[in-house]
């Protein structure tokens, strides 16, 4: 790929050809490589090397168009420009997006540690060598039909026509192990798990081996569940899943178009027990996929969410802070229409509860690991969602698998009966979060 | 791409780097054949068993109105090509932007090079790949014109913002409401070292509404697409009359709907989208690419029974206009028509190339891929379950309380069979009739167990078009069946 150098000259010479008086871009190019075995033998390797560039036109009328592309030598940035010249006829005439106030702002001094991609025979060995550990760890587990290790570099920029120029590059190593258990007279059982780091080196294999081991372990003496209502412990992973599936509650754009659970006026009222506190926090230091600028060029920064339960800030674009008279947040992702997104979550408890609870003393309660389908199962613009699960009724610290089940409620019910933050924060790919305790949500098992 | 030279068939490797391919960026014609037919020999002459060669030109536009505005229109422009090379069971696959001869040897090389192999050396033969005479699906098809017949963009804006007003006199207690549009043209090439040489445009079109109705803490959203594979005047013609009053009506009967009391029941699924279920209880599993991780419980039951006496499906690409209808898939193969279950017995898995070398299931014409960045995998086409002999109202009479499903979500399979969907339209049925309307439910089963379950088919036939995402991305496809009846199933709700 040129270099942003090239690519900023590139399109300064075509915008002036075309007569484009204000364009902005963004583009990355990626290099990855990823892995996956089966029995001990390659099953594929894949390679890329690809690169993308969006250019944003401003015509005389101030209406903007847009492009994306591949080709970013000096021809395909011209073509793209000239169909965004186009398309800029028939862009919006209202709340038309424009350069970020932020675009040239100082951004965080984030060491990235960038880590070089290692040979692919290394790659193989090493998912190979976890496949077999997995495979060894119990008989019952009889194969791992979902594995990959991959490495990636990614270099992304932002460019305008008013002297923003911004550039970044980051290294990114990942692992996942899924593996199935046969028994006979039994069902099969699956579970999983993921780790993510900046290099091969650094991505700590042994213990996705080791909780993909125990997760499957533990599904293997099943039972199913009667329906009902259950207190419900959410993992890390299954209350960011959840808190992520409904992020229309905080995201500045959702909610000026309608198409959230918020209003504009909802800023401070109180949607979460006093127990919650949620940042988003693209550059806390477990993110590995921490972006010091958004689409829009805007630093990222530690937005609070919900604050003891009040929802405290929104999720801005550069457009949407305008409109609502904030400032923009540096979570936009530039197009036609600038989408916002959040980062990395970090859940705390904003006070103590008035008594501890834990699953080593409590009955009956149901500790959901792992919420599935949520592309399916969860009505975002309804506040509804119904879900199938992994996870465990747990009794006087015993926990025993659940048969396919699932568990239904509304986010905002949810969140207002939280009635418990445990301590001990866990990490995962999305975001920081301790174990969540929710008073009472509807299982569905046998019925 | 114009050549200075025609194939040499007995090229030296030293000769390569004085090779003057110069690429068009436009368009993938025969003269195509020269370099990808050298780069093919070489990747055998590295000992590679077999090299294949995808490539696309990509023309996407998407268009969205809120409620009165055009608040998006955004085109895309893509160029790609992805290099797969098969050694013994295993392969890789490397893809790039660049589609110039060296950017495509570069890609070659790196794949062997995953594969442990290398470039012969400078005085090294590079043995004939004879490529057949291209089949060219779009010049036999009259495709060629199909992208500048289109609608324009001023037509997009025009006919979503007629198609959103007409909502907002349907609908009432709209909270939002959107107009959606896309095209996707595409154009591919498929080279490989078996000979394959194959052209093809696709056209795939959507438009569809998106409805958000809201009174106090009641809320319904209804969604409704359409879908074509290949006519240009497909958004002219959408009868977005028609469809903005169905989803008005829809909407309204949902907006103060209960949610479903959890449990097991029969259930009737209505015809078109009804079809998710098969999609995913079954279809998915009937892909080689489960079988070669054994991740579906019909991996040995070729000829056996699978599922109820009443149930045959079929997953094809052929019918006319459908989503994911196809002339060739993305290896190069003519779709075909692939009879799945015949009264409940199994007859045929979907394969891809990597599918029938690793399972020795046949090639079905069911390669298919995202785009470029991604190897083909076997995946569906239009999937459907064929029609049945009941009326509907024999259906309806059979069951005592129940729910009817009228409108699908969407949905997913999991490593052990398991399946789950959304129902976003619902209503109870009591002694045989509709009584009153609920939300929230969603179906979750056992593939095995369902499909065992499936006991009744009425004569209605209904297509609609969706989206499958799997390993090998996103793709166009379409399900389908007549409303059916099934027995018992559990279904999630409060």
Same mark, same amino acid.
């Given at each position: 790929?040129?270099?942003?150098?090239?690519?900023?000259?590139?399109?300064?010479?075509?915008?002036?050809?075309?007569?484009?008086?204000?364009?902005?871009?963004?583009?990355?190019? &990626?290099?990855?490589?990823?892995?996956?075995?089966?029995?001990?033998?390659?099953?594929?390797?894949?390679?890329? +090397?690809?690169?993308?560039?969006?250019?944003?036109?401003?015509?005389?009328?101030?209406?903007?168009?847009?492009?994306?592309?591949?080709?970013?030598?000096?021809?395909?940035?011209?073509?793209?420009?000239?169909?965004?010249?186009?398309?800029?006829?028939?862009?919006?005439?209202?709340?038309?997006?424009?350069?970020?106030?932020?675009?040239?702002?100082?951004?965080?001094?984030?060491?990235?540690?960038?880590?070089?991609?290692?040979?692919?025979?290394?790659?193989?060995?090493?998912?190979?060598?976890?496949? +077999?550990?997995?495979?060894?760890?119990?008989?019952?587990?009889?194969?791992?039909?979902?594995?990959?290790?991959?490495?990636?570099?990614?270099?992304?920029?932002?460019?305008?026509?008013?002297?923003?120029?911004?550039?970044?590059?980051?290294?990114?190593?990942?692992?996942?192990?899924?593996?199935?258990?046969?028994?006979?007279?039994?069902?099969?059982?699956?579970?999983?798990?993921?780790?993510?780091?900046?290099?091969?080196?650094?991505?700590?294999?042994?213990?996705?081996?080791?909780?993909? +081991?125990?997760?499957?372990?533990?599904?293997?003496?099943?039972?199913?569940?009667? /329906?009902?209502?259950?207190? &419900?412990?959410?993992?890390?992973?299954?209350?960011?899943?959840?808190?992520?599936?409904?992020?229309?509650?905080?995201?500045?754009?959702?909610?000026?178009?309608?198409?959230?659970? /918020?209003?504009?006026?909802?800023?401070?009222? +109180?949607?979460?027990?006093?127990?919650?506190?949620?940042?988003?926090?693209?550059?806390?230091?477990?993110?590995?996929?921490?972006?010091?600028?958004?689409?829009?060029?805007?630093?990222?920064?530690?937005?609070?969410?919900?604050?003891?339960?009040?929802?405290?800030?929104?999720?801005?674009?550069?457009?949407?802070?305008?409109?609502?008279?904030?400032?923009?947040?540096?979570?936009?992702?530039?197009?036609?229409?600038?989408?916002? /997104?959040?980062?990395?979550?970090?859940?705390?408890?904003?006070?103590?509860?008035?008594?501890?609870?834990?699953?080593?003393?409590?009955?009956?309660?149901?500790?959901?690991?792992?919420?599935?389908?949520?592309?399916?199962? &969860?009505?975002?613009?309804?506040?509804?969602?119904?879900?199938?699960?992994?996870?465990?009724?747990?009794?006087?610290?015993?926990?025993?698998?659940?048969?396919?089940?699932?568990?239904?409620?509304?986010?905002? /019910?949810?969140?207002?009966?939280?009635?418990?933050?445990?301590?001990?924060?866990?990490?995962?790919?999305?975001?920081?979060?301790?174990?969540?305790?929710?008073?009472?949500?509807?299982?569905?098992?046998?019925? | 791409?114009?050549?200075?030279? =025609?194939?040499?068939?007995?090229?030296?490797?030293?000769?390569?780097?004085?090779?003057?391919?110069?690429?068009?960026?436009?368009?993938?014609?025969?003269?195509?054949?020269?370099?990808?037919?050298? !780069? !093919?020999?070489?990747?055998?002459?590295?000992?590679?068993?077999?090299?294949?060669?995808?490539?696309?030109?990509?023309?996407?536009?998407?268009?969205?109105?809120?409620?009165?505005?055009?608040?998006?229109?955004?085109?895309?422009?893509?160029?790609?090509?992805?290099?797969?090379?098969?050694?013994?069971?295993?392969?890789?696959?490397?893809?790039?932007?660049?589609?110039?001869?060296?950017?495509?040897?570069?890609?070659?090389?790196?794949?062997?090079?995953?594969?442990?192999?290398? !470039?012969?050396?400078?005085?090294?033969?590079?043995?004939?790949? $004879?490529?057949?005479?291209?089949?060219?699906?779009?010049?036999?098809?009259?495709?060629? *014109?199909?992208?500048?017949?289109?609608?324009?963009?001023?037509?997009?804006?025009?006919?979503?913002?007629?198609? $959103?007003?007409?909502?907002?006199?349907?609908?009432?207690?709209?909270?939002?409401?959107?107009?959606?549009?896309?095209?996707?043209?595409?154009?591919?090439?498929?080279?490989?070292?078996?000979?394959?040489?194959?052209?093809?445009?696709?056209?795939?079109?959507?438009?569809?509404?998106?409805?958000?109705?809201?009174?106090?803490?009641?809320?319904?959203?209804?969604?409704?697409?359409?879908?074509?594979?290949?006519?240009?005047?497909?958004?002219?013609?959408?009868?977005?009359?028609?469809?903005?009053?169905?989803?008005?009506?829809?909407?309204?009967?949902?907006?103060?709907?209960?949610?479903?009391?959890?449990?097991?029941?029969?259930?009737?699924?209505?015809?078109?989208?009804?079809?998710?279920?098969?999609?995913?209880?079954?279809?998915?599993?009937?892909?080689?690419?489960?079988?070669?991780?054994?991740?579906?419980?019909?991996?040995?039951?070729?000829?056996?029974?699978?599922?109820?006496?009443?149930?045959?499906?079929?997953?094809?690409?052929?019918?006319?206009?459908?989503?994911?209808?196809?002339?060739?898939?993305?290896?190069?193969?003519?779709?075909?028509?692939?009879?799945?279950?015949?009264?409940?017995?199994?007859?045929?898995?979907?394969?891809?190339?990597?599918?029938?070398?690793?399972?020795?299931?046949?090639?079905?014409?069911? *390669?298919?891929?995202?785009?470029?960045?991604?190897?083909?995998?076997?995946?569906?086409?239009?999937?459907?379950?064929?029609?049945?002999?009941?009326?509907?109202?024999?259906?309806?009479?059979?069951?005592?309380?129940?729910?009817?499903?009228?409108?699908?979500?969407?949905?997913?399979?999991?490593?052990?069979?398991?399946? $789950?969907?959304?129902?976003?339209?619902?209503?109870?049925?009591?002694?045989?009739?509709?009584?009153?309307?609920?939300?929230?439910?969603?179906?979750?089963?056992?593939?095995?167990?369902?499909?065992?379950?499936?006991?009744?088919?009425?004569?209605?036939?209904?297509?609609?078009?969706?989206?499958?995402?799997?390993?090998?991305? =996103?793709?166009?496809?379409?399900?389908?069946?007549?409303?059916?009846?099934?027995?018992?199933?559990?279904?999630?709700?409060?």
């Amino acid at each position: 790929m040129p270099t942003v150098q090239d690519i900023a000259t590139y399109a300064e010479t075509s915008a002036r050809k075309l007569g484009i008086g204000k364009y902005d871009l963004y583009g990355a190019s &990626v290099d990855e490589t990823s892995v996956q075995v089966d029995k001990g033998e390659p099953k594929q390797v894949k390679a890329s +090397q690809r690169s993308s560039v969006i250019v944003r036109v401003w015509n005389d009328q101030g209406r903007l168009g847009v492009t994306t592309t591949t080709d970013v030598d000096p021809k395909g940035l011209e073509l793209a420009l000239q169909t965004a010249q186009e398309a800029s006829a028939f862009g919006a005439k209202e709340h038309i997006p424009d350069f970020s106030p932020e675009a040239t702002a100082a951004i965080a001094d984030k060491d990235v540690g960038l880590i070089p991609p290692v040979e692919v025979p290394e790659l193989l060995e090493t998912l190979v060598t976890a496949e +077999q550990a997995l495979l060894n760890a119990h008989p019952a587990i009889a194969s791992v039909p979902y594995n990959g290790l991959a490495q990636r570099s990614l270099e992304r920029f932002y460019l305008n026509s008013a002297g923003a120029r911004r550039q970044e590059n980051r290294s990114y190593a990942s692992i996942y192990l899924y593996s199935k258990t046969e028994q006979e007279g039994r069902k099969p059982r699956s579970a999983g798990s993921i780790r993510l780091h900046r290099g091969l080196q650094k991505l700590d294999v042994q213990a996705c081996i080791k909780e993909a +081991q125990e997760k499957t372990i533990s599904h293997l003496d099943y039972r199913p569940i009667p /329906s009902g209502q259950y207190r &419900v412990v959410f993992s890390a992973e299954a209350f960011l899943s959840l808190l992520d599936a409904f992020s229309n509650l905080f995201n500045a754009q959702s909610i000026l178009d309608r198409r959230s659970l /918020s209003t504009p006026d909802s800023l401070g009222t +109180q949607i979460a027990s006093p127990l919650l506190t949620v940042y988003d926090d693209a550059l806390h230091a477990e993110n590995i996929s921490a972006e010091t600028f958004d689409g829009e060029g805007t630093p990222t920064r530690r937005v609070a969410i919900i604050t003891a339960g009040k929802l405290s800030n929104f999720l801005h674009s550069a457009g949407t802070a305008k409109r609502l008279g904030a400032q923009p947040t540096g979570h936009a992702s530039i197009g036609a229409k600038v989408s916002v /997104s959040p980062s990395f979550y970090h859940v705390v408890a904003a006070e103590s509860a008035p008594e501890p609870l834990s699953l080593d003393t409590a009955d009956n309660v149901v500790w959901i690991d792992e919420l599935q389908a949520l592309h399916a199962g &969860v009505n975002a613009l309804q506040g509804a969602f119904s879900l199938p699960f992994d996870g465990w009724l747990v009794n006087q610290g015993k926990r025993v698998s659940i048969e396919s089940a699932t568990v239904a409620g509304d986010i905002r /019910s949810v969140l207002q009966s939280i009635l418990y933050i445990e301590p001990e924060p866990e990490i995962t790919p999305g975001g920081v979060c301790p174990r969540v305790w929710v008073d009472v949500l509807s299982i569905t098992g046998e019925a | 791409m114009t050549v200075a030279t =025609s194939p040499t068939q007995l090229l030296r490797t030293q000769e390569i780097p004085h090779l003057s391919y110069t690429a068009t960026r436009d368009r993938f014609d025969d003269t195509w054949e020269a370099p990808l037919a050298t !780069l !093919l020999g070489l990747g055998r002459a590295a000992g590679a068993d077999l090299v294949e060669f995808f490539l696309e030109h990509n023309h996407f536009i998407s268009c969205l109105a809120e409620d009165d505005a055009i608040t998006s229109l955004s085109p895309r422009l893509v160029t790609g090509a992805g290099v797969r090379v098969f050694r013994g069971k295993g392969d890789c696959y490397v893809s790039t932007n660049d589609l110039s001869f060296t950017g495509l040897k570069v890609a070659l090389e790196k794949g062997l090079a995953i594969l442990g192999l290398s !470039l012969p050396g400078p005085h090294a033969h590079i043995p004939e790949i $004879n490529l057949e005479l291209m089949r060219d699906y779009a010049a036999a098809n009259q495709k060629e *014109g199909w992208l500048q017949r289109c609608s324009s963009m001023q037509e997009m804006g025009d006919v979503l913002l007629a198609a $959103n007003g007409v909502l907002a006199r349907q609908a009432s207690h709209i909270q939002a409401r959107r107009a959606t549009y896309f095209r996707d043209w595409q154009e591919v090439l498929v080279a490989a070292s078996d000979g394959t040489f194959a052209r093809d445009i696709r056209l795939t079109q959507s438009v569809g509404f998106n409805l958000l109705c809201a009174d106090g803490d009641h809320r319904s959203s209804i969604s409704q697409r359409q879908g074509d594979s290949s006519d240009p005047n497909f958004l002219r013609q959408w009868d977005y009359e028609t469809t903005a009053n169905g989803i008005a009506e829809s909407a309204g009967k949902m907006l103060y709907a209960d949610y479903v009391e959890s449990g097991n029941y029969p259930i009737i699924m209505a015809n078109q989208f009804g079809g998710v279920i098969f999609h995913e209880a079954c279809g998915h599993l009937l892909e080689t690419t489960q079988i070669e991780r054994g991740t579906t419980p019909f991996i040995d039951k070729k000829g056996e029974k699978i599922a109820h006496e009443s149930l045959t499906a079929w997953d094809e690409g052929r019918s006319p206009q459908e989503f994911g209808t196809l002339d060739m898939d993305d290896e190069g193969m003519p779709t075909q028509r692939t009879l799945l279950i015949e009264n409940g017995v199994l007859k045929n898995f979907l394969s891809d190339r990597a599918g029938a070398l690793r399972t020795g299931h046949p090639r079905t014409g069911s *390669g298919r891929r995202q785009n470029y960045t991604y190897a083909a995998a076997s995946r569906m086409r239009n999937t459907y379950i064929a029609p049945g002999d009941y009326s509907l109202e024999e259906l309806f009479a059979s069951v005592d309380k129940g729910i009817y499903c009228k409108k699908m979500g969407g949905g997913s399979v999991g490593p052990t069979g398991q399946f $789950n969907f959304a129902v976003d339209e619902a209503y109870l049925i009591e002694n045989g009739q509709i009584t009153k309307p609920l939300k929230g439910a969603t179906l979750i089963g056992e593939a095995k167990e369902i499909m065992q379950k499936i006991s009744m088919c009425s004569q209605d036939l209904g297509l609609a078009p969706g989206f499958c995402g799997s390993i090998s991305g =996103s793709i166009y496809v379409t399900v389908g069946q007549p409303h059916l009846k099934v027995d018992s199933i559990t279904v999630g709700g409060r």
